[in-house]
């Protein structure tokens, strides 16, 4: 069966950072019903043979009238971020979804631990945004990786969050030098955290494969099955 594709039309654009962008963007036949953490396919009219693929996870979660809220960063040469800086509201795009299986797992019963790597971030937000909607009261832990301080993603939001709500806990880094950089500075947070745990905990891991998988294989090398450890990679 072919996929549903509709149109969307393009409700606002908003620069989070010089290199990222928010669109919202509301589909015109009906309602995407999504779990926090999937992403939708956007039909880009561009590249040797249209349309262009691209997969963008939803930054906020399901709304009452339906908007989707789409995070993305501009690749250098990037055929599809080249064209999505060039939206504007008003405008329309095509897409399909949602799709993906980034999504927590029930039930919720340990702390959560969730590790994002610069629009990594994205989907982590839609999710923590749901939680804490539906009063959610457990442990969780979010570690963020940027290339640089303007690049935290959500940073004020996150830091608010870590004030208001004393469960959760929010350790932003900074790793100029590239992925290798960001993975030792995460595994130096980290192992502390793992090695000294009483109990295991629910890894959520997002970013590049060359932040992901080295990641992951720590936490295999922890205990962790790899079935426990969920994973999101945008490249």
Partial sequence: MAEFTQPAGVLSVTDLTPNVRQLVVLPKERHVLFHPGQWVSLKLP????????RAYSMAAPVTASGELTLVFDRVVGGLGSGYL??????????????????TLPAPLDRELL????????VPIR????????????????LIAVAPGEDDLLFHQELLTLAVTHPGFRYLPLVAAAGEQ???DLTLSMLRPLVDNA???????????????????????????????????TYD
């Fill in 46 to 53: 561009v590249g040797p043979k249209p349309p262009l693929n």
């Fill in 181 to 183: 950089q960001a993975v």
């Fill in 126 to 141: 839609c999710i923590l945004k749901e939680l804490y909607a539906q009063r959610q009261t457990g442990s969780v832990l």
């Fill in 198 to 232: 009483p109990h295991k905990m629910i890894p959520m891991l997002c970013g590049t494969k060359g932040f992901v998988r080295p990641l992951r294989g720590y936490f295999v090398e922890a205990g962790y099955d790899r079935k426990e450890i969920k994973t999101e």
């Fill in 85 to 102: 800086f060039q939206v504007k509201a008003g405008d329309e795009i095509q897409l399909s979804g949602p799709y993906g299986n980034f």
């Fill in 114 to 121: 969730c590790i994002a790597r610069f629009t990594g971030m």
